[in-house]
């Protein structure tokens, strides 16, 4: 038995003769026959296009939606100091996750509170160039020396400030740090987008590098459940039949009497090479949570009947 369904649509030209009648078809009356002239028995009939629904049968199975899925690395590299979410829960955008201790922290606050300092310096040495200038004792191009120093410091400010904010630093929090008031090296990394979190691979005492190939790939991944793909496998022979937008009923083997409806999004560029297959993906409707990633579908053994 293979699993789920794929709806699919053919054009069917009915003709219907020898006395059989269709309320929905225009009918031709023949002419009226001289008395004593033979009559002929045939109807006519304009001919009309139908469709016939077929449907496709196979197996798949169901993964979490990678558009709707987000993957939380380490911002910066640092020992994990806490955790503050578990697997199945459910967060919302801005919910904090965990909480490293790392020495690049500090060195970026320094690094921006330097970059403030030197932008004020900059500021000055330009206000004395002009009067220098006005006084006639610089020449101009002192002045334009001033201004691209200037031009430098505004730059590095604002790289140091944009390093700050990946690390999740809020602009509110930048004052204190040009003041050299906020020198601490803890950050706190907060999910980025609502969902459950599906997977989690971090532990307290944990040290996690940025941009380190030892490092777990994610440390936490968080997936909106609303929706899921459905990978479906289809056979050479039955390739042409499938098409982008078409509909998909799937049924778990848990409950055959449930139907979860999707569509075709993604028909897969190339055949594999053991299975014979090509990989079909849906998108499919997940009320209530009851499709899990990885979990196996199965579909109702039906075939296609076409309308008379």
Known sequence: MR???LLLLAPLLAVVASGCRDSKSAQVAPPAAAPGAAVNPVTVVRPEIRTRAAVLETTGKVQFDEEQLVRVNAPVTGRVIEVLARPGELVETGHPLFVLDSADLGQAKSDYAK???????????????????????IAEK????????HNKSLAERDRAAARLRTLGIRPDQLKDIADRADASTTVTVRAPRSGVIVERNISPGQVVSYGQSDTPVSLFV???LSTMWVLADVYEPDVPKVRLGQAMHVTLPCCPQDRYVGKVVHIGAAVDKDSRTVKVRAVVTNPGGVLKGEMFARGPSTRARGRS
């Open 3 to 5: 699993p789920f369904t």
């Open 115 to 137: 970059a403030v300092s030197d932008l004020a310096r900059s500021e000055r040495a330009i206000k004395l160039a002009k009067d220098l200038f006005e006084m006639k004792a």
């Open 142 to 149: 002192d002045i334009r020396e001033a201004e691209n120093d």
């Open 222 to 224: 968080i997936a909106n």
